[in-house]
């Protein structure tokens, strides 16, 4: 029986989803949709560490490796 993600699984897997689909609407000059889809992996990001039960957190995504500051 397969096993649920962690959530470093599920964040990356996210992560790299969203920056595909950015960088292709970068790449199509819709800076627009850029700047939704980026708005949009922030608010998924965040809700997911909730689901798992975590206090969401900037500091958990992929490829942070400073804190944010509030």
């Given amino acids: 029986m397969p096993t649920a ?3 470093e699984q599920y964040l990356q897997y996210l992560h790299d989803d969203y920056a595909a689909r950015i960088n292709e609407a970068v790449a199509e000059d819709r800076d627009e949709l850029a700047w939704q889809l980026a708005d949009a992996y922030t608010r998924d990001a965040l809700r997911a560490q909730a689901d798992y039960g975590l206090t969401p957190s900037l500091d958990r995504l992929p ?3 400073a804190r944010v500051a509030a």
């Fill in 63 to 65: 490829g942070r490796s």
């Fill in 5 to 7: 993600p962690s959530i």
